[in-house]
């Protein structure tokens, strides 16, 4: 990572928690407990909300709203229509996850509608960046079998389509709007443990209450691969790892 990474990110953070915003996740079931978790360490305040009967209202007392479309059902998609509409009206930001897309039909259906609701940002590997772009991206479910470089036209062939700050993760991670950021580091542990990805989406969501896309994109992801590097030393495996990498994250100044 570079110096002036750390530096943006640690004025980054030190505003997060000094206002410890709300930030209000619809994601999916897998990752609810861990990705609260993340967003508690960096000092984020996270509220896991997804009925429709209230995900509108609740995007509305928000600071920004995460959209994570891995386990979906009608009533997870009403909700996140909802709350996208109610967070666009009252100019809450928000970011969308758009995990798996390309594995079926409905899947792309919904993330290429919600991509068409303006996020701020969109994050995803990039087979799922490729395929959202309509690229042909050689995606396998939530994993990718594309290096993150090959995906960088398709990201900004998509930030051009959707207006959004394009965030793409692998071993380089790259922010993509009208230039090309680079954000390295990190640790190739981070592949084995579920959630990683959609974690780093919730910190990009963190940020972007309290910064603009761009510097929101870096920010959340920078602190992951920091904090990737700080808790790989001594962790013989992905669950002592993973119980580390919430550690390093509230460690990260």
């Not at 963190?206 to 602190?223: Q, R, S, Y």
Request: hydrophobic fraction near 50%; aromatic fraction near 4%.
């Amino acid at each position: 990572m570079s110096s002036s990474h750390r530096a943006e990110l640690s004025a980054a953070l030190s505003t997060l928690r000094a206002e410890r915003p709300l930030i209000h996740n619809i994601t999916n079931f897998v990752v609810m407990n861990f990705t609260a978790n993340v967003l508690l360490a960096a000092g984020a305040s996270p509220a896991m909300v997804h009925a429709a009967e209230e995900a509108g209202a609740f995007a509305a007392i928000s600071r920004a709203l995460v959209i994570n479309i891995g386990t979906l059902d009608a009533g997870f998609v009403a909700g996140m229509e909802l709350a996208v509409a109610s967070a666009t009206a009252r100019q809450v930001p928000w970011v969308l996850d758009p995990v798996g897309v390309g594995a079926t039909g409905y899947r792309t259906e919904v993330a290429l509608r919600l991509s068409r609701m303006k996020p701020a940002v969109i994050r995803g590997n990039a087979g799922e960046i490729m395929a959202l772009a309509g690229a042909a991206g050689s995606g396998r479910g939530v994993d990718s079998l594309s290096g993150s470089e090959e995906a960088i036209e398709a990201g900004r062939t998509l930030s051009h389509l959707t207006g959004a700050v394009v965030a793409v993760t692998g071993a380089t991670d790259f922010v993509i709007a009208d230039d090309v950021i680079p954000v390295t580091g990190g640790h190739a542990i981070s592949q084995q443990v579920t959630g990683t990805g959609c974690a780093t989406t919730a910190l990009v969501g963190a940020f972007l209450a309290v910064a603009a896309p761009k510097d929101a994109a870096i920010a959340g992801l920078a602190l992951m691969k920091r904090a990737a590097e700080l808790a790989e030393p001594g962790s013989p495996g992905p669950g002592s790892f993973a119980t580390k990498l919430i550690d390093a994250i509230a460690a990260v100044r």
